[in-house]
């Protein structure tokens, strides 16, 4: 696959980038090794190879998965300026 100088102008100008055409003739001939770097890029062979996530092999630290009410109720009306039996308590607004 590769693009031509039209193709270059008219994606600038979706993206709303000024490119001169001299700017133009150089970014075509760099998309273009770029596309053909992805051509070759298709042509290795990765049957058998498993998906990374990284290239160091790690393992995540895992919590045990424990429903619990948390047990800090007192703790979260503390600052509360008006609070009852943990509930925070706030003016009436709507009548």
């Known amino acids: ?3 031509d100088l039209a193709t ?18 150089r970014m075509t001939s ?4 770029i596309l053909g770097f992805v051509e070759q890029l298709s042509e ?3 049957d058998g190879v498993e998906p990374m996530t990284s290239v160091m092999p790690m393992t995540m630290k895992k919590r045990e998965d424990v429903v619990a009410d948390g047990d800090r109720a ?7 300026p008006n ?4 509930f925070f308590v706030v003016p009436k607004v709507v009548e």
Not at 8 to 25: C, G, P, T
Not at 30 to 33: C, H, L, Q, R
């Open 44 to 46: 290795v062979n990765v």
């Open 8 to 25: 270059v102008k008219r994606v600038a100008r979706l993206a709303r980038i000024a490119v001169s055409d001299q700017e133009a003739e």
């Open 30 to 33: 760099e998309i273009n090794g």
């Open 83 to 86: 609070s009852d039996r943990n």
């Open 1 to 3: 696959m590769s693009v």
């Open 74 to 80: 007192a703790d979260i009306v503390a600052n509360a």
